[in-house]
């Protein structure tokens, strides 16, 4: 546990954050009762007139990012928090789609301090700071996307009016459980009585069905209450209600994008089916199965020495378990049954998450392998990802190409290095990787 040092609202946020991330003995502790004496205090259980909270293991931030453009689109003051950032901390919160200028978090950082009784982690901090610089901005909605799990997770000290869960999976098990019920059991945790609840998963663990109905929740679930289809460039969604027939093909998952629909549907106010189509076309989410733009691309064509025109496509992905995986594999199956391309992948994966469930997938698809090494103490070494790719490859009696790379810019130099024009270029795994990528640019 680290001292304040006597930070201020004046101490820049690098200070701020180095501080969070050493100020309480665990890094994750999971828990109500600290958070929720500070959010008391300082009056900000509730940040908005309307709530919505968004749990699941993968869909998550595409859903929050889809329903932020619609309402935004529709007049209204939005307000999100998601987790974990990519390049800068200042992405976690956002006020009608902008980014908050450094000193607004380190002021709001230091008044949580002035108020807080006992040490909170990084995460339960950046909550409170979250939902304090909301009831300032006087708001129509926030919402907040779930950390990890649900019940016990910071964000469930505020009581949603919407409760959505986006899909379930097996992913963070030291915390939430090894089966999909005892996760759903957790994801449910967000779930508040007589309150609607969305579900996207189509494969409902049985344990968010019981605690939906002992709380006597609106249900609305995928293939029971909605519904949605897609074919060609196009797709539909249709309840019992209402019907929109030939929306556009979105660059966010389309099951999310349906998810979003349902929970629009429970909204108090008056959403257009014009909106929705606009929202559909503008929305996207950084690194999620996003194509870099070539005009992006100067920096790693002065890194390699060759021109921009030259490059592969790029694509970048923070894919890092196994549902998410098999997502990707199929986007890339899509792909290929269009055009042959070769497609070479640069890959890093934390040490503590499922590397054979995301490797899986992926590996009759990728037709060249760079393992990367990921710092830090969760972090793993391109040698050691290789090693496992390998005897799973041997397993599976597939035949692999590919290497360990010392760090994230070596695999991305060689990778593009090899690659020609015509092929793509797979930046994926861990939220790190992408970032290390992210940062070349």
């Known amino acids: 546990m680290q001292n304040n040092h006597n930070l201020q609202a004046t101490s820049s946020l690098d200070e701020w954050l180095s501080y969070l991330e050493n100020s309480h003995f665990k890094s994750i502790d999971l828990g109500l009762e600290r958070i929720t004496a500070v959010a008391k205090e300082l009056d900000i259980l509730n940040p908005a007139p309307f709530v919505i909270t968004v749990g699941g293991t993968n869909g998550k931030g595409t859903t929050c990012r889809l329903l932020e453009t619609i309402l935004i689109n529709s007049g209204l003051r939005v307000g999100v928090y998601s987790s974990p950032h990519l390049l800068r901390y200042n992405e976690r919160v956002r006020i009608q789609n902008q980014d908050l ?11 949580i301090e002035q108020h807080k009784k006992e040490s909170l982690t990084y995460f339960e901090f950046s909550t409170l700071s979250a939902l304090y610089l909301f009831k300032q901005a006087n708001l129509d909605v926030v919402i907040l996307e779930v950390g990890l ?39 449910a945790g967000i779930f508040r009585t ?85 929202s559909l076309q503008e929305v996207e989410l950084t690194g999620r199965f996003q194509t870099i733009k070539v005009e992006h691309l100067q920096p790693i064509a002065s890194l390699i020495n060759r021109p921009i025109e030259e490059l592969p496509r790029i694509i970048i992905d923070v894919g890092h378990n196994p ?38 997938p992926l590996l009759s698809i990728i037709d060249r392998w760079h393992c990367v090494t990921l710092e830090g103490p969760r972090g793993q070494s391109g040698q050691d990802l290789f090693a496992k790719l390998q005897q799973l490859a041997d ?47």
Do not use: M
């Open 101 to 111: 200028p450094d000193d607004s978090h380190t002021q709001s950082f230091a008044y």
């Open 194 to 278: 007589n309150k609607p609840v969305i579900i996207g998963e189509p494969d409902i663990p049985y344990s968010i069905l019981a605690h939906a109905e002992k709380l006597h929740c609106q249900l609305s679930c995928r293939d029971r209450d909605w519904f949605y289809s897609a074919e060609h460039n196009r797709w539909h969604w249709h309840n019992q209600n209402r019907n929109f027939e030939n929306l556009p093909i979105c660059s966010i998952p389309i099951q999310n994008a349906a998810t979003a629909l349902a929970v629009v549907q429970y909204l108090p106010f008056v959403i257009s089916e014009e909106i929705i189509r606009k």
């Open 149 to 187: 799990g649900g019940r016990l997770d910071a964000t469930n000290i505020v009581d949603s009016d919407i409760a959505v869960i986006t899909s379930i999976d097996i992913d963070h098990v030291d915390f939430l459980g090894s089966t999909r019920e005892q996760i759903g059991f957790e994801k």
């Open 323 to 360: 549902h998410a995986a098999r997502y990707l594999a199929s986007k890339l199956i899509e792909i290929k049954s269009k055009n042959s391309q070769k497609i070479t992948a640069v890959c890093g994966v934390l040490k503590d998450k499922d590397a054979d469930g995301v490797l899986l």
């Open 395 to 441: 397993k599976n009696q597939l035949a692999i190409d590919g290497k360990g790379n010392s760090s994230i810019e070596s695999g991305i130099k060689e990778a593009i290095s090899e690659t020609n024009k015509n092929d793509i270029v797979l930046i994926f795994g861990s939220f790190v990787t992408v970032t290390g990528f992210l940062e070349l640019l």
